[in-house]
């Protein structure tokens, strides 16, 4: 049987080679909604290798690429073999509108062959309530509908004056089993500054109701925005991914009998995405604005105190400026204070303590002066005051604090030093740094020569470089001998130069950069253990590199690290990418485990 079965692959690899390579694209499904996704078929027929790997034409204009797999298949028909391999590239569709999706080029052999394009619409119908029923034939993921599975955003405002905080709420609701999720796409906020709310480790858990439909539902993300400017701003989709339990439609008419139902469920990854939403931002109105108004939008009242209100000349005060309410508060600045002339001031120091409150942010932002009176008698501290922009009643309001007396004690001529200075003014070095003088050693009149160390160096400095010429020479004839040797010697070496080269592409396009790391790490764990880097299949690397002493935490770095560079070299422009260095570093401490691993 076994004969057989080689015998049956010889054939198969012999009629590969006969047969002609072509290549057809085609889409899971020809529509789709606005948050749905879609798998991209890339069949090449007459071979199951490819000298690398199909380059995508550009789709970020309305898909976000999510993963990628491949599957191979052989058959025999009236005594004819055929064998294909087929790569499917799922993507997220983001942008409604009727596209066309170019040609994808494979390389195959000596030529570079090119797909026909496919079209693409992608409707802007509402998720629930759209796409394919459950059982519907097509990729793992068309078992769960988009009305059993979907990304709700909620925001408290559709219409908001410039800095005016807007909370938006990711929820996700799903009929379905979900097991685990992760977010794949952070929405990119262009337009806003962005504040996160901080998530508990385990989202609560609700049951809410939509059209008439009982979901369980989870906020999965909570931020406040504040617009930078007036007009329409779109707040981009976000993007999930979520691990779906659904059951196996094939029929097993014994399984409830002989309970083996609970085989046939599956876990199968769902992507959906939330709907863009447009927020309308007006300009703050002209008309009334006070002088000492700074761009705050929201409550704000503002207090002053010293914390003592007697003072020695030239001892230092502390004077408090404190401001409460709602808003953008981390972008509040210091008042403008026109102090009187016989203080010392030195620039503030400054804290923010906000929380969620009320449906945005509320705290207080405080500027501590630290002020030094030179002169002795009574000193007035200003007024201050600030003005805000109150959203819902559409008008400027004014918060004024102060004026602070402040009593100056001590003699017409106070010397120098003689008061407390702050830690604001202290000396940064020394005005005169004294030369270090070594001791003078001297050496012992008629010493012997052979007492000397460095003539017992000199001695022996010849047998030990014969020795290291007799060891250098036989490294070099097993390297040349022992392949598995050579390869695991030289890994590390060849891994630093493909870091190095990935590492000016880092300044390039990414998709190169992240192919390069990719290759650095297939092409190291390769050499390791002494196999061809085109035939590494995860499963059985794992097993191998595992028999070899390889932790299963290292390898399970390894694979995120190569499935992170997957999924970068996909992405689209402007997708927010972990920064090269770090991802350098990255890749170089795993092969360092890998290599103290595998050594052992």
């Known amino acids: ?20 390579v072509g290549v057809r694209a085609y889409l899971s499904a020809p529509q789709v909604g606005v948050g749905q996704q879609f798998v991209l078929h890339v069949e090449v027929s007459g071979t199951q290798q490819l000298d690398g790997d199909p380059v995508l034409p550009a789709m970020e204009g309305f898909a976000r690429y999510l993963g990628a797999g491949t599957s191979t298949s052989m058959q025999i028909v009236n005594g004819r073999t055929t064998v294909s391999l087929t ?7 983001t942008q409604e509108g009727t596209f066309e999706i170019g040609a994808v080029r494979v390389p195959a052999g000596d030529r570079v062959l090119e797909t026909e394009p496919v079209s693409l619409v992608v409707s802007d119908a509402p998720q629930p309530g759209t796409g394919a029923a459950p059982g519907a034939e097509g990729g793992p993921a068309d078992a769960v509908a988009p009305d059993d599975l979907f990304v709700e955003t909620t925001v408290s405002k559709t219409r908001a004056f410039e800095n005016e905080p807007v909370t938006v709420e ?5 009929l379905v089993n979900v097991e685990s999720y992760s977010i794949t796409d952070l929405p990119l906020a262009t337009g806003f500054l962005t504040e996160e709310l901080e998530q508990p480790e385990s989202p609560r858990v609700e049951h809410v109701t939509r059209n008439g439909r009982q ?10 925005l504040f617009p930078t400017g007036p007009g329409t701003k779109t707040l981009d989709p976000l993007g999930l991914e979520a691990q779906v339990r659904t059951r196996n439609r094939s029929f097993d008419p014994f399984g409830d009998i002989f309970g083996r139902s609970g085989l046939l469920d599956r876990r199968v990854p769902v992507a959906v995405a939330s709907r863009p939403v447009e927020i309308e931002v007006l300009p703050l109105p002209p008309s009334g604005r006070p002088a000492s108004f700074r761009g705050h939008v929201g409550g704000l009242a503002v207090s002053t105190s010293v914390d003592r209100s007697t003072v020695q000349a030239n001892e ?3 004077f408090r400026v404190a401001m409460e309410g709602t808003g953008n508060l981390r972008s509040l600045s210091p008042p403008e204070i026109d102090f009187p002339a ?3 001031v030195f620039p503030p120091e400054a804290s923010t303590r906000v929380s969620p409150g009320g449906g945005s942010l509320e705290g207080a932002r405080t500027f501590d002066y630290v002020l030094v009176p030179r002169v002795p008698g009574r000193v007035t501290l200003p007024l201050v005051e600030v003005s805000s922009f109150d959203p819902d009643a559409q008008a400027y309001r004014t918060s004024r604090a102060g004026p602070i007396e402040l009593a100056v004690e001590g003699g017409d001529a106070v010397a120098e030093g003689a008061g407390a200075v702050p830690s604001a003014v202290s000396s940064v070095r020394e005005e005169i740094r004294f030369i270090h003088v070594g001791e003078v050693r001297f050496a012992p009149v008629g010493r012997r020569l052979v007492a000397a160390p460095g003539f017992w160096v000199a001695l022996l400095l010849p047998v030990a470089a014969v020795a290291g010429a007799g060891a250098y020479r036989r490294h070099r004839d097993r ?3 022992d392949v598995a040797y050579a390869r695991t010697r030289r890994a590390g070496r060849m891994a630093k130069k493909r870091l190095a080269k990935a590492k000016e592409l880092a300044s390039g396009d990414p998709r190169e950069f992240h192919a390069e790391v990719a290759g650095a790490l297939q092409g190291f764990l390769a050499d390791k253990m002494n196999v061809s880097a085109a035939s590494l299949v995860r499963d059985e ?5 595992a028999a070899r002493g390889v932790s299963a935490k290292t390898l399970e770095r390894l694979f995120e690290c190569l499935d992170h560079c997957d999924r970068q070299r996909f992405a689209p422009a402007g997708t927010e990418r972990e920064p090269p260095e770090e991802l350098l570093e990255r890749a170089a401490r795993i092969m360092a485990e890998l290599a103290k691993e595998l050594s052992t």
């Open 1 to 20: 049987m076994a004969g057989g079965a080689l015998a049956l692959a010889a054939a198969a690899a012999l009629w590969t080679g006969a047969q002609d």
């Open 87 to 93: 790569h499917q590239y799922r993507f997220l569709a």
């Open 170 to 174: 990711y929820r996700i609701m799903t």
């Open 215 to 224: 979901y369980v539902s989870a906020v999965v993300r909570r931020t406040v």
């Open 316 to 318: 230092a005060v502390t």
């Open 342 to 344: 016989e203080l010392e």
């Open 479 to 481: 390297l040349e001998g």
């Open 541 to 545: 690397v794992g097993r191998v590199a």
